[in-house]
């Protein structure tokens, strides 16, 4: 079946840092790939859409300059967490999938930000 | 705001129950449903997923109802097994994207 890698599961970054989190599609073809973010115990945010070879579209409320969104190849995407402070900690998990088949996601990657 | 509403919350039952739980939504746009388990520290598992003009779809031991009139949905899981214990979101796809349900942690007890 498809599968999505995420990497690195984990990090750990001191405040005013970047980090940049990868998702590849292994064994298919992702024109668009999406990135959440989830807080303990709670639902999955979408926080914004990539598309290969064009601008990410983000969600109402997220700030483009912060969370930096690169997708330059049909299998994989880039979020990058631009001068990190501590609120920013959270679990970020990406997705992938077509128009005629589910979505998938990557096992996530927990931030912390001290 | 929340597109598709979950309930309950959280479900304890015992080995070889069934739990069920139940979502809503208004948004007539949606076009799939899916239906993820989460364990703590991963990503979403696709569990399965049913499209509107169907009323019931099986896999395994997960069952999903789909009531499109009443844009209702659930999930079934029979002779639920202490390794079902996870935290299960409904979702709704409409172009391209998922909005999520919040969450229901089930709990099944040996």
């Known amino acids: 079946g498809a599968v999505v890698s995420q990497h690195p599961s984990w990090v750990i970054c001191k405040s005013g840092t970047s980090v940049k989190i990868e998702c590849r599609s292994l064994?298919?073809?992702?024109?668009?790939m999406f990135w959440y973010r989830q807080f303990p115990k709670q639902s999955l945010m979408l926080m914004a859409t990539?598309?290969?070879?064009?601008?990410?579209?983000?969600e109402q409320g997220v700030e483009k300059d912060k969370f930096l969104i690169n997708h330059a190849s049909l299998t994989l995407s880039t979020l990058t967490v631009t001068s990190a402070h501590p609120e920013d900690s959270s679990f970020y998990i990406c997705?992938?999938?077509?128009?005629?088949?589910?979505?998938?996601f990557g096992n996530g990657t927990r931030l912390t930000v001290t | 705001q929340q597109q598709v509403k979950q309930s309950p919350q959280s479900l304890i039952v015992q080995k070889g129950g069934i739990p069920i739980i139940n979502c809503a939504y208004e948004?007539?746009?949606?076009?799939?449903f899916p239906w993820y388990q989460q364990f703590p520290g991963k990503g979403p598992a696709l569990l399965i997923a049913?499209?509107?003009?169907?009323s019931e779809k099986k896999e395994g031991r997960f069952t999903i109802s789909f009531n499109k009139s009443a844009k209702q949905f659930s999930l079934h899981i029979m002779d639920s097994q202490p390794g079902d214990s996870a935290t299960y979101f409904c979702?709704?796809?409409?172009?391209?994207?998922?909005?999520f349900g919040a969450g229901t942690t089930v709990t099944v007890r040996a």
């Open positions: 997705s992938a999938g077509g128009l005629n088949s589910p979505l998938h």
């Open positions: 064994d298919f073809q992702a024109t668009t």
């Open positions: 990539s598309n290969e070879g064009s601008k990410a579209t983000y």
């Open positions: 948004n007539t746009a949606f076009d799939y």
């Open positions: 049913i499209r509107p003009d169907v």
């Open positions: 979702a709704a796809r409409n172009d391209y994207k998922l909005s």
